[in-house]
């Protein structure tokens, strides 16, 4: 660069209590020779106490071997980078990253001069963090395992439901819970008289054959009726040995009719807990084998006589039937349990369409074909079947119903019957596919976590943030607001499927859906936000209905609102939407708050804490790049070199006070004297570069003379009275010849 004109400047120096960062010199020991005013914050001592310090009288020895690592390198010639925790004298601890170049006289490493940022802050964020992150794989884990345990519940349930036989239940039982959770001694007793008989057995060495039911936890739950589950078995008076080294028990009672009737029993040995968890999965199969003890001694009882069955049939929870084969699939018998489970009365049915299977008028077409063919299948090999297939329900719902029969041969092996019983399963379902769903919720909202606490760009975030929220939620629109603090009003930052123009409205504390959940910091929605009296005006033109809004929390600090709508769904949000959303609204206000602190630090990196223009950092970086476009595209380019005229003479008379308040008015005027594109800064101490953009030496000239004049007239009111200065100012132009080609 070429300077046509003159600068003023011929020296200058940095001034450290101006530079708005902590700066501390060391020795070549690790002894404090220099410290500025912003020490005092950070090491929590004021300066003449810190000078002569060691810095290992503010750390752990662990702490200070890292300063000794990084003082070895600097010995080297190298600038470090690093971070160290450090403890003050009032016991606090701060976190601090640190920019050390080293000092030489000739080749004698004698010290090293450190730049000192306090990110204490940032680190409590990524600590909390972390700390949600890890809340939030709990949850993800433990709705995994309640699938894995919802499945195996179901395994063992598809097993016992088959089966009609008394004796092959209980070893059917005993068999599939042994294998499919991996208990180690499992036995079913059915009770006798005043005595407990074992039915069936696996892992046990020494058997009790019959045990009295006022003896042992088995006859403590025949007596009570009531499930018993023993994390140390030993521990219980009731308990009876028959292995030394079993640790727990549980014992479940299982009815026939609501009568009890025997007891399923569990123990764990060689120091394996049973947990809670294996209880209520336990408790759940004991209720099953006593639907299957009622159904497997109604159906032997069936088989006696023909009244019998229809009798007890006429008691199933379920659809008991008899379709007659050798008479085109017609209907012989249903019992009650068809009105009740699809609305329709037998005559209702349509004859045409009776098929295989009594309800063949009513399963869904998608469901048809397989049915028929598993029927045909079983009634060829003689062999029971199980279909699992929808319906639809007289009142227009879909049902979920499962199938179990069994063809019935005549003397002469001919298939003549098909005797069946079919059930309800469809709140079961609901179930399982609102746990799978869970599940996968809690995975998705994992998944964004990450995502969102990697995204550092506050803008993108916040986008990124309403929009998957929006999607999260299932609903149309969404925006996202945040607290300025100063003003105590939220400001609507970022929008999803909403009109460009509210982006930007503000709204006070209190006011409408958002302002309100601001104000109190609780979760609400509202079924229809247009006739809702309490909406906020700049949504008057907005068709709102259903409105969920959220706050921001970070340690039970408020720092904005988060919503979700539908344009046209009036239904309130379910308690699991409400929760999920709460749990993605947490990792976003930390995620948001994290954003703000990154762009905090980047502001801080190149802005002057005490005028608000660029630093010399940036100057050095963005002047770079003006040159370089200049040079490209052969554009004029020109710097203004301002000095305020005797500054050092001003503070020794008016005090430092008064001195940064000249520096703050000059660069005020500075600032409003130039346009958006031209470029002001701090140089160092009095000194600031401009630099003016598509601008010729003229041009700059009067640029020049304009805000001299305007710093010149302008005063400041201080306990001194009205105070003002002058300024000198270099105009200097690029010169596009010393670089061409």
């Given at each position: 660069?070429?300077?046509?004109?003159?600068?003023?400047?011929?020296?200058?120096?940095?001034?450290?209590?101006?530079?708005?960062?902590?700066?501390?010199?060391?020795?070549?020991?690790?002894?404090?020779?220099?410290?500025?005013?912003?020490?005092?914050?950070?090491?929590?001592?004021?300066?003449?106490?810190?000078?002569?310090?060691?810095?290992?009288?503010?750390?752990?020895?662990?702490?200070?071997?890292?300063?000794?690592?990084?003082?070895?390198?600097?010995?080297?010639?190298?600038?470090?980078?690093?971070?160290?925790?450090?403890?003050?004298?009032?016991?606090?601890?701060?976190?601090?990253?640190?920019?050390?170049?080293?000092?030489?006289?000739?080749?004698?490493?004698?010290?090293?001069?450190?730049?000192?940022?306090?990110?204490?802050?940032?680190?409590?964020?990524?600590?909390?963090?972390?700390?949600?992150?890890?809340?939030?794989?709990?949850?993800?884990?433990?709705?995994?395992?309640?699938?894995?345990?919802?499945?195996?519940?179901?395994?063992?349930?598809?097993?016992?439901?088959?089966?009609?036989?008394?004796?092959?239940?209980?070893?059917?039982?005993?068999?599939?819970?042994?294998?499919s959770f991996g208990y180690t001694q499992v036995s079913v007793y059915l009770l006798r008289d005043e005595c407990l008989v074992m039915q069936y057995q696996t892992g046990y060495e020494n058997i009790l054959t019959s045990i009295p039911i006022n003896k042992g936890i088995t006859g403590k739950v025949i007596r009570n009726g009531q499930a018993i589950?023993?994390?140390?078995?030993?521990?219980?008076?009731?308990?009876?040995?028959?292995?030394?080294?079993?640790?727990?028990?549980?014992?479940?009672p299982f009815f026939d009719r609501g009568r009890i009737v025997g007891v399923f029993n569990v123990e764990s040995v060689k120091g394996v807990k049973l947990t809670e968890a294996d209880f209520n999965s336990i408790k759940l199969l004991g209720e099953q084998i006593s639907i299957a003890i009622t159904r497997a001694n109604l159906y032997e009882k069936?088989?006696?006589?023909?009244?019998?069955?229809?009798?007890?049939?006429?008691?199933?929870?379920?659809?008991?039937?008899?379709?007659?084969?050798?008479?085109?699939?017609?209907?012989?018998?249903?019992?009650?349990?068809?009105?009740?489970?699809?609305?329709?009365?037998?005559?209702?049915?349509?004859?045409?369409?009776?098929?295989?299977?009594?309800?063949?008028?009513?399963?869904?077409?998608?469901?048809?074909?397989?049915?028929?063919?598993?029927?045909?299948?079983?009634?060829?090999?003689?062999?029971?079947?199980?279909?699992?297939?929808?319906?639809?329900?007289?009142?227009?719902?879909?049902?979920?119903?499962?199938?179990?029969?069994?063809?019935?041969?005549?003397?002469?092996?001919?298939?003549?019957?098909?005797?069946?019983?079919?059930?309800?399963?469809?709140?079961?379902?609901?179930?399982?596919?609102?746990?799978?769903?869970?599940?996968?919720?809690?995975?998705?909202?994992?998944?964004?976590?990450?995502?969102?606490?990697?995204?550092?760009?506050?803008?993108?975030?916040?986008?990124?943030?309403?929009?998957?929220?929006?999607?999260?939620?299932?609903?149309?629109?969404?925006?996202?607001?945040?607290?300025?603090?100063?003003?105590?009003?939220?400001?609507?930052?970022?929008?999803?499927?909403?009109?460009?123009?509210?982006?930007?409205?503000?709204?006070?504390?209190?006011?409408?859906?958002?302002?309100?959940?601001?104000?109190?910091?609780?979760?609400?929605?509202?079924?229809?936000?247009?006739?809702?009296?309490?909406?906020?005006?700049?949504?008057?033109?907005?068709?709102?209905?259903?409105?969920?809004?959220?706050?921001?929390?970070?340690?039970?600090?408020?720092?904005?609102?988060?919503?979700?709508?539908?344009?046209?769904?009036?239904?309130?949000?379910?308690?699991?939407?409400?929760?999920?959303?709460?749990?993605?609204?947490?990792?976003?206000?930390?995620?948001?708050?994290?954003?703000?602190?990154?762009?905090?630090?980047?502001?801080?990196?190149?802005?002057?804490?005490?005028?608000?223009?660029?630093?010399?950092?940036?100057?050095?970086?963005?002047?770079?790049?003006?040159?370089?476009?200049?040079?490209?595209?052969?554009?004029?380019?020109?710097?203004?070199?301002?000095?305020?005229?005797?500054?050092?003479?001003?503070?020794?008379?008016?005090?430092?006070?008064?001195?940064?308040?000249?520096?703050?008015?000059?660069?005020?005027?500075?600032?409003?004297?130039?346009?958006?594109?031209?470029?002001?800064?701090?140089?160092?101490?009095?000194?600031?570069?401009?630099?003016?953009?598509?601008?010729?030496?003229?041009?700059?000239?009067?640029?020049?003379?304009?805000?001299?004049?305007?710093?010149?007239?302008?005063?400041?009111?201080?306990?001194?009275?009205?105070?003002?200065?002058?300024?000198?100012?270099?105009?200097?132009?690029?010169?596009?010849?010393?670089?061409?080609?």
């Amino acid at each position: 660069m070429s300077l046509n004109t003159p600068s003023p400047i011929s020296n200058y120096s940095l001034n450290p209590e101006t530079l708005g960062v902590c700066i501390v010199v060391v020795d070549a020991e690790e002894q404090i020779i220099y410290a500025n005013s912003s020490a005092e914050t950070i090491f929590g001592l004021p300066i003449n106490q810190l000078i002569r310090k060691r810095l290992n009288e503010f750390t752990t020895p662990a702490t200070f071997e890292l300063i000794k690592q990084q003082t070895q390198k600097r010995r080297s010639g190298n600038t470090n980078i690093y971070e160290i925790e450090i403890i003050r004298p009032d016991g606090e601890t701060r976190n601090l990253y640190i920019i050390a170049t080293p000092r030489f006289e000739g080749t004698q490493y004698i010290g090293a001069t450190g730049v000192l940022v306090d990110i204490t802050e940032q680190k409590c964020i990524e600590k909390s963090l972390r700390e949600n992150q890890e809340n939030l794989r709990t949850l993800y884990d433990t709705a995994q395992h309640h699938v894995s345990e919802l499945s195996l519940v179901e395994r063992v349930h598809t097993q016992i439901s088959k089966e009609i036989e008394v004796s092959e239940l209980f070893r059917t039982v005993v068999e599939a819970v042994a294998e499919s959770f991996g208990y180690t001694q499992v036995s079913v007793y059915l009770l006798r008289d005043e005595c407990l008989v074992m039915q069936y057995q696996t892992g046990y060495e020494n058997i009790l054959t019959s045990i009295p039911i006022n003896k042992g936890i088995t006859g403590k739950v025949i007596r009570n009726g009531q499930a018993i589950y023993l994390e140390n078995a030993k521990s219980d008076p009731d308990f009876i040995e028959a292995t030394e080294d079993v640790m727990s028990e549980i014992c479940v009672p299982f009815f026939d009719r609501g009568r009890i009737v025997g007891v399923f029993n569990v123990e764990s040995v060689k120091g394996v807990k049973l947990t809670e968890a294996d209880f209520n999965s336990i408790k759940l199969l004991g209720e099953q084998i006593s639907i299957a003890i009622t159904r497997a001694n109604l159906y032997e009882k069936l088989r006696e006589s023909e009244t019998s069955y229809r009798t007890l049939a006429n008691n199933l929870p379920g659809i008991v039937y008899r379709v007659h084969l050798e008479k085109d699939g017609a209907i012989e018998f249903f019992n009650n349990g068809l009105s009740e489970l699809t609305g329709f009365a037998p005559n209702e049915l349509n004859k045409d369409r009776m098929g295989l299977s009594p309800l063949d008028s009513l399963i869904v077409p998608q469901d048809c074909k397989k049915i028929r063919s598993a029927i045909q299948f079983a009634i060829a090999q003689d062999q029971p079947f199980e279909l699992e297939y929808r319906i639809r329900h007289k009142d227009g719902n879909l049902r979920h119903f499962v199938e179990r029969g069994r063809p019935i041969q005549s003397s002469q092996n001919n298939p003549l019957y098909i005797d069946g019983f079919i059930f309800d399963i469809t709140e079961h379902k609901q179930n399982e596919e609102r746990l799978t769903r869970a599940a996968h919720q809690m995975e998705a909202l994992y998944t964004t976590s990450l995502v969102i606490n990697s995204n550092t760009n506050l803008s993108s975030l916040l986008s990124y943030v309403v929009k998957q929220a929006v999607l999260m939620s299932g609903t149309s629109t969404g925006c996202l607001y945040l607290i300025n603090p100063d003003q105590q009003i939220l400001e609507m930052v970022a929008s999803y499927n909403l009109p460009p123009s509210l982006t930007g409205i503000k709204l006070q504390l209190g006011e409408g859906l958002s302002g309100k959940v601001a104000q109190s910091g609780e979760t609400t929605f509202v079924t229809n936000y247009s006739d809702w009296e309490g909406h906020a005006i700049p949504f008057e033109q907005v068709t709102t209905r259903r409105v969920l809004a959220v706050p921001l929390k970070v340690k039970e600090h408020i720092i904005g609102v988060i919503n979700v709508a539908d344009k046209k769904n009036t239904n309130p949000f379910s308690m699991e939407e409400i929760r999920l959303l709460t749990l993605f609204a947490d990792q976003a206000a930390i995620a948001v708050e994290n954003a703000q602190l990154y762009a905090r630090l980047e502001h801080q990196a190149i802005v002057d804490e005490l005028t608000g223009l660029y630093n010399r950092r940036a100057l050095m970086e963005l002047g770079k790049r003006e040159v370089d476009r200049a040079r490209r595209f052969q554009r004029p380019l020109c710097a203004l070199f301002i000095d305020i005229d005797h500054f050092k003479q001003f503070n020794d008379q008016y005090g430092h006070t008064a001195g940064d308040w000249l520096l703050r008015s000059v660069a005020q005027n500075l600032r409003n004297g130039i346009r958006d594109i031209d470029l002001a800064s701090r140089f160092g101490g009095e000194e600031f570069i401009i630099l003016l953009t598509e601008t010729s030496i003229d041009a700059a000239s009067l640029v020049a003379e304009r805000l001299r004049k305007q710093v010149e007239t302008t005063k400041i009111s201080l306990p001194q009275g009205k105070l003002g200065a002058t300024v000198s100012i270099g105009v200097a132009q690029l010169d596009q010849k010393k670089f061409s080609a």
